[in-house]
């Protein structure tokens, strides 16, 4: 409402950019199948999810997109979903009602995940509004550091922005937080993958014998 409130005649048309897995779509449909199968992530089992065209809506982004869109915001969903996906998230995004889901608003990644260029593209004739996403790298590829403490400090660069022109709907299960505690190394086993993960975590160690046991 603020930037509507400040746009002048002349300026570029208003946009909001967001991020498709996990901030407008729910993707536990996935994750409860590997679970059940015990299985984990693999390219070939997501594109098939995808193009079933399954997902449901986040709570409250339907709504909100088609609030922006009535408000004469123009709605664009830049996603890491591969261009073969396209035009099942086109009809998954449609069916659920959200607007402006078409060829020229949903923008899957092609030759890299660093949504910087798609960001371009958008600015070439809009001013973005509002980003929103699950993963920093939704809004600035500045934050995709090879360290947690740059990552960190690079949040608290930017941190006014967050609340404001960033929307971030936190990811706890997947996110390109998880490289940085591998040291890069995606192809380490899932085993010491959750090695890795345990080992950063930020775990209370109560003083021995002050817990009571369940029953």
């Known amino acids: 409402n603020l930037a509507l409130a400040r746009r002048h005649a002349q300026d570029k048309p208003l946009a909001v950019v967001v991020d498709v897995d996990d901030t407008v779509l729910d993707t536990t449909s996935y994750g409860g199948w590997a679970l059940r199968e015990g299985r984990t992530y693999d390219s070939q089992s997501w594109a098939d999810w995808v193009d079933d065209a399954v997902s449901t809506a986040s709570p409250g982004a339907v709504e909100f997109l088609n609030y922006a869109h009535a408000s004469g915001v123009d709605v664009y969903y830049i996603t890491n979903r591969k261009a073969a996906g396209k035009q099942a998230t086109i009809a998954n995004l449609a069916a659920l009602g959200f607007p402006q889901a078409n060829a020229e608003h949903v923008m899957p990644r092609t030759d890299s995940s660093d949504k910087t260029a798609r960001r371009a593209r958008v600015t070439q004739g ?50 390109e937080w998880e490289g940085v505690l591998y040291d890069g190394n995606w192809s380490a086993s899932e085993r010491e993958k959750r090695a890795m993960r ?11 014998g002050t817990v009571s046991q369940g029953k």
């Open 126 to 175: 809009h001013d973005i509004a509002l980003l929103m996403g699950d993963n920093l790298g939704d809004f600035d590829q500045a934050f995709q550091q090879s360290t947690t403490r740059a990552r960190n400090a690079e949040v608290a660069r930017q941190a006014d922005q967050f609340g404001r022109r960033f929307v971030l709907l936190p990811n706890p299960t997947y996110g």
């Open 198 to 208: 345990d080992a950063a975590l930020n775990a209370w160690q109560p003083e021995s």
